[in-house]
């Protein structure tokens, strides 16, 4: 599993435990992950918190994506391209 270097040396529970969701630990495998990660600090997560925590972030996610956008305005630049690598044959 890769976790950003900055949460390697995180202390900070909040910040890992959205991304370790995100990265699709179950939540039995919560506590592992966060001793492997944490150590000695990540005491005290049951398998029932980190279902509670699960269900408000998809009520959060929820909330955030039905919000009202009709009277924001953003900018934003369209990008596209195509990169070829292309190597010339060996002499021979």
Do not use: C
Not at 54 to 82: C, P
């Amino acid at each position: 599993m890769f976790i950003p270097p900055y949460l390697k040396r995180t202390e900070s529970i909040e910040e890992l435990l959205p991304v370790l969701y995100l990265k699709g630990i179950s939540t039995g495998d919560f506590s592992e992950a966060l001793k492997s990660l944490l150590g000695s600090n990540a005491k005290g997560l049951s398998a029932g918190t980190i279902s509670r925590l699960k269900q408000q972030w998809q009520e959060e996610h929820r909330s955030w994506s039905n919000r009202d956008l009709e009277r924001k305005k953003y900018v934003y630049i369209w990008a596209d391209g195509v990169y070829f690598d292309i190597r010339s044959e060996k002499a021979t």
